[in-house]
């Protein structure tokens, strides 16, 4: 697969499609029982997820049958090789499950660049010796689609990201007071431990704090300046690959470190103003450096 533009736009065209077909499936199981194929205290797995993830496989592999797919609910092929989806059929599945309207489908294009892997990884494994899995991947493509409100966005690395086909940029707002920020609290007591103080020290210092259940839209929703940012430790890959290069692309700032656990990321998503003011308020994410990093 070439990476020039043409090729890169036909590849989001045809994510688009992937996204915007589960999102139909959505809709129509909206209302209807689900069934659960699997629940913890803090998280459910649909047999709708599964569904969802089997249609998206089948509409990219129709074009790209050579390209893995990395998704929540399993990997079809060789995700080490150059190119690979990173795929979230269902963001948001316990909204979803609820009958709460707010999730999405989240699809990103990965490439492979072995000397960026070297450089950039900042794991703990990689301090021993050991490269971190996703560090020496760029996210190229970006589309995260709301089936609920039919909003599409996209974006391709170094062009404007977009919803709707109408180009998005993140908000101005550069004091804390004037701010709302996002927060989740992933899936284990651990994360809740770390983030519930985190959320105590922003309430009190911004707008408003909102907990609305899905990473990919929280992301989407600070490109698109509706919110200003973001904050989340143990989230997964495919939950924020997608919306950090639509971030991006929007004029944002995206920083991720990978956690101990499979494809885990700790996050500070923001408009690119407020970083350094949530820096002082967030003492669990002061190791964030004073430069953006890229998906």
Not at 50 to 77: D, M
Request: glycine share 8%; hydrophobic share 40%.
């Amino acid at each position: 697969m070439a990476e020039d533009h043409m090729s890169l736009k036909q590849a989001q065209n045809r994510a688009a499609r992937a996204a915007q077909a589960a999102g139909e499936l959505m809709r129509r199981n909206f209302r209807s029982p689900k069934k659960i194929n699997s629940a913890t205290q803090h998280d459910i797995k649909l047999e709708l997820d599964v569904r969802c993830q089997k249609l998206i496989e089948q509409t990219l592999r129709s074009a790209y049958p050579s390209i893995a797919i990395l998704g929540e609910e399993h990997v079809l092929g060789d995700i080490e090789a150059d190119h690979r989806w990173v795929v979230d059929p269902i963001d948001g599945t316990v909204n979803f499950t609820y009958g709460i309207p707010h999730c999405c489908v989240s699809i990103a294009l990965q490439t492979r660049n072995v000397e960026r892997g070297t450089l950039n990884s900042k794991s703990k494994r990689q301090k021993r010796g050991e490269p971190h899995p996703d560090a020496s991947y760029e996210t190229v493509v970006g589309v995260v689609y709301d089936p609920f409100y039919d909003e599409l966005w996209t974006a391709i690395r170094g062009h404007p990201a977009y919803l709707n086909g109408k180009v998005i940029r993140v908000s101005g707002r550069h004091r804390l007071n004037e701010a709302v920020v996002s927060i989740g609290f992933a899936k284990s007591k651990r994360t809740l431990d770390q983030m519930i103080p985190v959320m105590n020290r922003l309430a009190h210092r911004v707008r408003k704090v909102r907990i609305m259940g899905a990473a990919a839209l929280a992301m989407t929703y600070v490109a698109s300046g509706r919110m200003d940012g973001y904050l989340e430790t143990g989230i997964r890959l495919w939950d924020i690959a997608a919306g950090g290069l639509i971030l991006e692309c929007a004029g944002g700032d995206f920083w991720h470190e990978p956690v101990a656990g499979e494809h885990k990321y700790r996050i500070m998503a923001n408009n690119g103003l407020l970083r350094r003011n949530l820096l002082t308020l967030v003492r669990s994410y002061q190791q964030y450096p004073a430069r953006h990093s890229r998906a």
